[in-house]
Nanobody, 123 residues
Framework: QVQLVESGGGLVQAGGSLRLSCAAS????????MGWFRQAPGKEREFVVA????????YYADSVKGRFTISRDNAKNTVYLQMNSLKPEDTAVYYC????????????????WGQGTQVTVSS
């Protein structure tokens, strides 16, 4: 079992930045691919970005390429999402997820999910 706890969400003006963190506990963090998803009000949850267990491979949704950066620190059991040049359409609840396969995350599935953290971008 893996427990995921997100933090770092909040209210920011358009053009601003936030860094989300996801702390993992439980089974071996470094063996899992990690990802971030988001769900805006009235919309389905969507894939944002994923990173392999080693950090060597990453995949980004087109909507965030060049603005968001995922990273992980396996020594700290933590994955990060640096979000720059935020737009109002980035407003959503952001969820951290873990899975044994990077491709599964890209497809929208995961073994484990966090509770989510709200990100609100004002115009």
């Amino acid at each position: 079992q893996v427990q995921l706890v997100e933090s770092g969400g909040g209210l920011v003006q358009a053009g601003g930045s936030l860094r989300l963190s996801c702390a993992a506990s439980g089974r071996t963090f470094s063996s899992y691919a990690m990802g971030w998803f988001r769900q805006a009000p009235g919309k389905e949850r969507e894939f944002v970005v994923a990173i392999s267990w080693s950090g060597g491979r990453t995949y980004y949704a087109d909507s965030v390429k060049g603005r968001f950066t995922i990273s992980r620190d396996n020594a700290k059991n933590t994955v990060y999402l640096q979000m720059n040049s935020l737009k109002p359409e980035d407003t959503a609840v952001y969820y951290c997820a873990a899975d044994g396969g990077l491709i599964n995350l890209r497809a929208g599935s995961a073994y484990y999910w966090g509770q989510g953290t709200q990100v609100t971008v004002s115009s």
